[in-house]
């Protein structure tokens, strides 16, 4: 499993918890900070078996199983799946499971390329017609992530590469897309999660146009940078989904969607115009 976010900066007093702890998990680092180094440790435990259950990357993991080899997945892999199908039919196909064969029409998982009209309408055929494989890369961290908390009693942080799961209540900043380790943002986040979708990371460019590692799978098209949309939601998992879909949507497609379902969303431009959604918590745009 890889994936990229844009990095967050998250702001916790060194004293805050008794240990920290980070692992190289899902093709990134999980740092975790919480009271309890056991119950650490049983979480990046937790997220290694998520990965071993989910990451396409690997041959012997049971998705890659099911993919191939279209064998009955697991009572915990079916009900996810089942999930993140939901989640294509609530963003109107936005967010896509199945993009798979878009990703490797594009080649976005190497240097990138551009496709020829046929290869893309052979891509669309299969996510239409069902049978092309799952893609856990805009689900996969946030389901980890919620299966990790629960092994961590009392207050928690957790940062998977980027997108936040906390329990309590934390001051965490959010990037600015133009420079990634510059903060743009700042707000409170409580017993939620903030995920982010930045065209800032994983562009490639050909015959002149750069693209995004981001693919509308509506039209097949990898999208051009535009800014970053992060999202709050009450688990990891919404929130990684959505913050994919909304970069798909686009600003004002976006916002409308979400001032329409209550979604807490900020869509910072390539400019650093910031625009939030009705329900988004209050922030501070740093100086």
């Not at 900043?173 to 700042?186: C, K, L, Q, S």
């Not at 807490?264 to 625009?275: C, E, K, N, T």
């Amino acid at each position: 499993m890889r994936t990229a976010t844009t990095v967050l900066a998250l702001i916790v007093a060194a004293n805050a918890f008794a240990a920290t702890r980070a692992r190289y998990l899902m093709g990134t680092v999980c740092e975790v900070s919480a009271g309890d180094e056991r119950q650490i440790e049983s979480a990046f435990d937790e997220a290694a078996r998520v990965e071993s259950m989910l990451s396409t990357w690997r041959a012997d993991s049971e998705l890659s199983h099911v993919n191939s080899q279209h064998t009955t997945p697991s009572p915990e892999l079916a009900s996810l799946l089942r999930e993140v199908d939901g989640w294509r039919d609530a963003t109107g196909g936005t967010f896509e499971p199945r993009v798979r064969p878009l990703i490797d029409a594009w080649k976005t998982r190497s240097d990138g390329a551009l496709p020829d009209g046929a290869s893309i309408e052979r891509a669309l055929a299969a996510i239409h017609s069902g049978s092309a494989p799952v893609e856990e890369g805009g689900f996969g961290k946030g389901y980890a992530l919620d299966r990790m908390l629960p092994l961590i009693s009392g207050e928690a942080v957790l940062n998977f590469g980027g997108q936040l799961l906390v329990r309590g209540t934390h001051q965490v900043t959010i990037a600015d897309p133009r420079e990634r380790d510059m903060p743009f943002a700042r707000l409170t986040l409580s017993d939620a999660s903030l995920s982010t979708s930045s065209g800032s990371e994983k562009v490639f460019t050909v015959n002149g146009r750069t693209f995004t590692h981001i693919i509308d799978p509506r039209t097949g098209d990898a999208l051009p940078p535009r800014g970053s949309v992060s999202v709050v939601a009450s688990t990891a998992l919404a929130a990684d989904v959505l913050s994919t879909a909304l970069y798909v949507m686009g600003v004002d497609d976006g916002l409308r969607w979400c001032n329409a379902h209550d979604v807490a969303a900020l869509f910072i431009s390539r400019d650093g115009v910031a625009r939030a959604s009705r329900t988004f918590p209050k922030f501070k745009v740093k100086d």
